[in-house]
């Protein structure tokens, strides 16, 4: 059953469309996020769905239920905000329970729901401070004991984590995850972050420009990206992109690849379909993690090619070792194990997944299906 | 280590600074000094300020001209001293402080948190306001008075002070509410609290800053106002000011300088007061309210 249903939703602010079109629909339990460069509104739909903007156009849904014109506070909803905006003037303890205060809940009853909470996020000592007194993680915490304690439907997250420094992020993230694991409430969460996106959900958004270039599971977005932008801003080093031609080879579909010094290579593509499009300029997408050295090749992959060219930088990460060398004219990234020996400006055998490339339209930027 | 650093200081020796504490003494002792003549020559009988001795200390120290000042010198036809001058100048400044700072928290509560069509233009009009010659408004204002039966009331004069008053407390709140967070205001609304609960449970107990510079603001002002005291004040509504001058003024009998410099000092003394206890907020609130705006 659905459970939050986004539908045909636009925004405009007078002549401005912000939002075009938009439908997501997600399950009960379901941890969505909608990640997206700034300004891609992200944030305006989760103001929609919060009840914070008015809808232009279509639906939004929960449970079912038409929320359109809804006040937020009817909603059932509880929010999470970038800068947490905890009460200044109020406790720890009043902030958790204003919202149950203004919906009219007991005293009694307020203290008790306020308990709960604190155990749970183990802020029980900080109940009687103000937040001016509390690190950046505790406010975190509060803005969540806040949430939790009207027990929503939906739990709205803007960008929860971006004023957190990085070890704490990662720290914040983890119990989030546990968190939703723990309670099994649906999740709507806002980042530009892709790694966070990654990391908790179980659908993501992609979004840009107003427009949602795809709606999937995680492992989805990654290996199957709609389009160029999907692949490039999903995954951290990105997706390389590399113009490539169509070659048939003995009735079976090759690529061709320019590489640094202008010879080209021809690479094995698995998709028989290609043969179709022979002589045609494509754009080749390959993940760093699919261009290794040859012993670092994924034993699994049925179509591991090999790929003489020059390495022009050479990053190490620690876990791994970057390599950047030139192909079809762009940069490209390879991801190399720590150890291997590798000389700036050497020419080396890369060993390339071809199983886990994939192919854009060079005009529509959209991936080729297959 | 030491030394390069005193360098950058900047230096002083002891001649330098005694000649800073000079100035500095020689410029209080002047912005003194009309009060100590007020003081001094308050509590001295009135023939030693006519027999010439205006800057000596008293030679016999009386109170006197306080209380005459205060309970039974002669203002106008009624010899009632300035004490319910006093009573009328603080029925009309306390409530008009008290609302015009209200109105100005909810007006800067409307304009930064929920932004309308043409809201900088209506910020503008009521800006406006601050710059209107308070003689321009005599006469429409009078017929106002008259028009809601206000005319030559305290309730009249309050209304006056508050009218006037509102563009520069919307002003002041208006700028101290500009940086304060709208997602606390989002937040509170998905709370579940309505428009006068989030101004008063979220907004107020935050301001207090700005409300103390919109008080002491409000309160000096109304309180020196002579010209609308004059004008709109009937025979027994007439504030401190206007009581004052009458007592100054009065073409008959003796000058009693010495009590008129008492009533000069207690027509002062709220004002004083009020800068006393509120002026380290005042300092404070108006940089909060205009730096970080």
Not at chain 1, 228 to 237: K, L, Q, R, Y
Request: net charge neutral; aromatic share 10%; charged share 20%.
């Amino acid at each position: 059953m659905v459970f939050l249903d986004v539908d045909k939703v636009t925004k405009s602010y007078g002549p401005l469309d912000v939002l075009h079109d938009i439908n997501i629909a997600i399950e009960e339990g379901e941890f969505l996020v909608l990640v997206g460069p700034s300004g891609c509104g992200k944030s305006t739909l989760l103001n929609m769905i919060a009840g914070l903007e008015e809808i232009s156009g279509g639906e939004i849904k929960i449970k079912g239920k038409v929320m359109n014109g809804v006040h937020p506070s009817n909603r059932n909803i509880a929010m999470v905000f970038q800068s947490y905006a905890l009460y200044p003037n109020m406790t720890v303890g009043e902030n958790i329970t204003f919202g149950l205060e203004m919906h009219g809940v007991e005293k009694s009853e307020r203290k008790k729901a306020m308990l709960d909470v604190a155990t749970l996020l183990q802020i029980g000592k900080l109940l009687d401070r103000k937040p001016g007194q509390l690190s950046g993680g505790q406010r975190q915490r509060v803005a969540m004991g806040r949430a939790l304690v009207r027990n929503p439907d939906v739990f709205l997250f803007d960008e929860p984590l971006s004023n957190l420094d990085a070890k704490l992020r990662v720290d914040m993230r983890i119990e989030i995850k546990k968190l939703h694991q723990k309670l099994g409430t649906t999740i709507v969460y806002v980042t530009h972050d892709q790694i966070e996106a990654m990391t908790l959900s179980t659908r993501i958004a992609v979004m840009n420009g107003g427009h949602l270039q795809q709606l999937g599971k995680p492992k989805e977005i990654y290996d199957k990206p709609n389009n160029v932008f999907v692949a490039t801003f999903m995954g951290s080093p990105s997706m390389n992109v590399i113009p490539a031609v169509v070659r048939n080879l003995a009735g079976v579909p090759h690529v061709e690849i320019r590489r640094h010094d202008d010879s080209t290579s021809l690479l094995k593509f698995n998709d028989m379909k290609f043969l179709e499009r022979e002589n045609q300029k494509i754009l080749l997408g390959i993940r760093p993690e699919a261009i290794t050295d040859p012993d670092g090749a994924d034993r699994k992959s049925d179509n591991i090619c090999y790929l003489e060219n020059r390495i022009e930088v050479i990053e190490p990460a620690g876990a791994d070792t970057f390599v950047s060398m030139q192909l079809g004219g762009k940069d490209v990234t390879a991801r190399m194990r720590s150890d291997t020996e590798i000389i700036t400006g050497a020419d080396f055998n890369f060993a390339v997944n071809m199983q886990k490339a994939v192919a854009f339209d060079p005009e529509s930027q959209v991936r080729i299906s297959s | 280590m030491a030394a390069p650093m005193q360098e950058t200081a900047i230096r002083t020796g002891k001649v330098a600074r005694t000649f800073i504490y000079l100035v500095l003494l020689l410029f209080a002792a002047f912005y003194m000094l009309p009060l100590y003549v007020m003081f001094v020559n308050s509590v001295k009988p009135l023939a030693e300020i006519t027999g010439g001795g205006m800057m000596s200390l008293p030679s016999v120290f009386t109170l006197e001209p306080w209380v005459k000042a205060w309970s039974s010198a002669q203002i106008g036809v009624e010899p009632s001293g300035l004490s319910p001058y006093f009573w009328n100048s603080i029925k009309m400044v306390v409530p008009a402080v008290f609302v015009s700072t209200i109105l100005g928290a909810l007006n800067g509560y409307v304009l930064t948190q929920w932004r309308f069509r043409y809201d900088t233009i209506f910020f503008g009009l009521l800006l406006f306001a601050c710059f209107i010659p308070f003689q321009i408004v005599l006469i429409p204002m009078a017929k106002m008075l008259g028009v809601m039966g206000l005319a030559g009331t305290t309730w009249g004069l309050s209304f006056v002070h508050i009218v006037y008053g509102i563009g520069f407390t919307t002003l002041y709140f208006r700028n101290f509410y500009a940086v304060f967070p709208s997602e606390l205001v989002s937040a509170a609304q998905i709370d579940g609290a309505g428009f006068f609960q989030i101004f008063r449970r979220i907004l107020l107990p935050s301001s207090g800053p700005i409300a103390v510079v919109s008080i002491i603001w409000q309160f000096t002002n109304i309180w020196n106002d002579f010209l609308f005291g004059a004008s709109f004040a009937g025979a027994d509504s007439q504030p401190m000011t206007v009581a004052l001058n009458n007592l100054v003024q009065a073409s008959h009998g003796v000058k009693e300088y010495n009590v008129h410099f008492a009533g000069a000092i207690l027509a002062a003394m709220p004002t004083l007061l009020v800068y006393i206890v509120g002026g380290r907020y005042f300092v404070r609130g108006l940089m909060a309210g205009s730096v970080k705006g």
